[in-house]
């Protein structure tokens, strides 16, 4: 995976990918102090990506942890992130047969499950 390191020529990122894919969809949501999160979803690349704008940072001694939801209703850990800001975040895991996508505030270190509930949560089925 090429992870966007300053190379240009034809070589996609896998956050290019899926955000310039025929089948991508995505779910936009506001948070309090004009926050504005996505999760762009490409269901034949398999991935999502996450594109934040104006996130504070994480409490002290905590992240921000996102999660993919399973058809089965668990939540899979997808990334970290340490601090705000506006930045674009490509999710690990099967996001072609997620159902949904959420962001909690996590111990430093992150979680194995959610252990607060979500600050966000981004619906598939509303994707557009």
Request: net charge neutral; hydrophobic share 40%.
């Amino acid at each position: 995976d090429v992870s966007g390191s300053g190379q240009h020529g034809t070589q996609l990122t896998a956050v290019d990918r899926v955000l310039q894919a025929a089948d991508a969809k995505r779910v936009s949501i506001s948070l309090p102090g004009g926050v504005r999160a996505s999760v762009v979803r490409s269901v034949t690349e398999g991935k999502a990506v996450l594109v934040m704008r104006n996130m504070p940072p994480a409490p002290s001694g905590h992240i921000y942890e996102v999660w993919l939801q399973t058809p089965g209703g668990a939540m899979v850990p997808a990334a970290t992130m340490s601090n705000g800001g506006s930045r674009t975040v490509l999710l690990e895991g099967d996001a072609a047969s997620a159902t949904g996508a959420g962001i909690t505030v996590e111990p430093q270190g992150g979680s194995e499950s959610p252990t607060t509930k979500p600050i966000a949560l981004f619906d598939f089925s509303r994707a557009t």
